[in-house]
């Protein structure tokens, strides 16, 4: 009887073996999409198409493809990533998840609605709830990408997201076009839908707040970020003119389970059970609680 049972388990798992591989060998218009490993370069089937690579079919089924968008295994935009990099996906690459409170939509963003860009300027960057995703920060062809300041590779970021846009600080004209390097960094290509984030306290943005386009000031946000004195409290001089305000990143740390700028924004209660963290701020903050984030550079007991 026991042995019984467990030859049974090892058939069932043969077979469940057998069914996962044939599930993938059935794409047969695709590549094998174990074929890239994750250390090739350029990143994945990313990019450097050559006549002698064979990186379209990993994407792309030039014939019987499995899904309806641009001939990939997704049926829409949104979802094109997701057979590597998604969760559960069974291709290789870096599982990546945005959720609610990261670049996530919300469980009522669902449905077909315009999702727009919070603290944007006028007009605000808007989409289509139902195309929002990967595609519209990255570019999975890594054309028309920069690698900005910083950086090592491109990470596929586009050169221009959010295009038609007057953007106030990132400038597009200073990524030298054979490199596609540029001086900027992530903080300026962040505020190319949040373009009221960025610059000094005294740069006045023009934005849309309940419903009229008002004058409006952010907190010092600069590409370089800020310094600290000997006690490690922020070094604040916010009368010189110059901007050493902190990057988006040491705002938004989105630490914690998943936590992965900026995508997702998780983390720990201290009960130890997930909480969802607001704003990919730091873990454990709560949208009453934000004091805590302050605090972390500003010494309190120092400000007049
Ligand atoms: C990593 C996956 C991936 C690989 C590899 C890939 N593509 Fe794509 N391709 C996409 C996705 C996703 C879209 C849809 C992009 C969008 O809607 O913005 C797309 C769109 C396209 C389109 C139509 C829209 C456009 O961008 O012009 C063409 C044509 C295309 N790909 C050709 C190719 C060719 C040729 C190769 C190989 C040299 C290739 N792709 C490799 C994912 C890939
Ligand atoms: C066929 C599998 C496959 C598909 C589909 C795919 N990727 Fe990848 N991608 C990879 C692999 C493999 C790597 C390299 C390892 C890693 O960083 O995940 C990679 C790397 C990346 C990187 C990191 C690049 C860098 O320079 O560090 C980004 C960003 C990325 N992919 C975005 C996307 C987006 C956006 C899509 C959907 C349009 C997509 N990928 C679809 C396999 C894939
Ligand atoms: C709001 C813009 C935005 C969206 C949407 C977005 N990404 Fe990214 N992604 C970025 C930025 C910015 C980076 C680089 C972060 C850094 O430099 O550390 C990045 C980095 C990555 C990397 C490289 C990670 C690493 O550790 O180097 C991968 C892989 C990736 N993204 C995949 C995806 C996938 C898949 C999706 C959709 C599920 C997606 N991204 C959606 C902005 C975005
Ligand atoms: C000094 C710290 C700090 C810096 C630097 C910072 N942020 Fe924030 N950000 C916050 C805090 C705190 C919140 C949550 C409270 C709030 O909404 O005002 C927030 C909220 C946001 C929101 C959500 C607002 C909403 O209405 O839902 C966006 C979008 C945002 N930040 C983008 C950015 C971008 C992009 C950058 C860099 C250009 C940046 N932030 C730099 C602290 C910062
Ligand atoms: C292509 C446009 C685009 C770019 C580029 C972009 N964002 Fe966003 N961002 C959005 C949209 C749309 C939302 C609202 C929807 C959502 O939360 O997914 C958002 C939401 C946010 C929020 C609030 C999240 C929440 O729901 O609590 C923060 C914080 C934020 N972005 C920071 C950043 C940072 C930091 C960068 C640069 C790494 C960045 N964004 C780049 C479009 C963008
Ligand atoms: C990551 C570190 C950091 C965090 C977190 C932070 N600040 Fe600041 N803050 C600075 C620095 C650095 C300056 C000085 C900028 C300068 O001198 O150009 C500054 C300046 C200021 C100023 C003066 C005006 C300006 O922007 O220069 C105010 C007011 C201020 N912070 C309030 C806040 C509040 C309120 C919070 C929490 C929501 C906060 N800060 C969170 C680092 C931080």
Redesign the pocket.
């Known amino acids: 009887m026991r042995f019984c049972k467990k030859s049974l388990v090892l058939v069932a798992l043969v077979l469940s073996l057998i069914a996962a591989t044939a599930s993938i060998a059935a794409a047969e218009g695709f590549n094998d999409?174990q074929q890239?490993?994750?250390t090739?370069t350029?990143?994945?089937?990313?990019g450097g198409y050559v006549s002698t690579s064979n990186k379209c079919k990993?994407?792309h089924a030039v014939h019987l493809a499995t899904g309806s968008y641009m001939l990939?295994?997704a049926n829409t935009r949104a979802e094109?990533?997701n057979?590597?990099?998604g969760v559960a996906g069974a291709?290789?690459?870096?599982k990546?998840a945005l959720n609610e409170e990261g670049h996530g939509l919300s469980a009522t963003q669902k449905n077909e609605e315009n999702l727009i860009a919070p603290d944007d300027t006028v007009d605000p960057y808007t989409i289509q709830t139902s195309n929002w995703g990967?595609?519209e920060?990255?570019s999975?062809h890594d054309n028309k990408t920069v690698k900005l300041a910083g950086n090592t590779?491109?990470?596929?970021?586009k050169q221009d997201p959010n295009q038609g846009k007057t953007y106030l600080y990132y400038n597009t004209s200073l990524i030298n076009t054979s490199t596609k390097e540029t001086t900027q960094t992530l903080s300026h290509w962040c505020s190319t839908c949040h373009n009221a984030d960025f610059g000094l306290h005294t740069d006045p943005k023009q934005v849309l707040m309940s419903g009229t386009t008002q004058t409006a000031y952010g907190h010092a946000v600069s590409g370089s970020g800020y310094t600290t004195d000997t006690a490690g409290w922020a070094i604040v001089d916010p009368l010189d003119g110059i901007n050493n305000g902190p990057t988006c990143r040491q705002c938004h740390t989105a630490t914690g389970i998943g936590g992965k700028f900026p995508h997702s924004s998780e983390s720990t209660s201290t009960g130890g059970s997930a909480v969802s963290t607001p704003d990919m701020l730091k873990s454990g903050s709560k949208a009453t609680e934000l004091d805590g984030i302050c605090n972390g550079c500003h010494n309190t007991s120092s400000l007049q």
């Open positions: 999409p890239y490993t994750a090739s350029p990143s994945g089937p990313h990993e994407c990939t295994r094109t990533c057979f590597c990099h291709g290789i690459g870096t990546v990967c595609v920060c990255h999975p590779t491109t990470k596929l970021l």
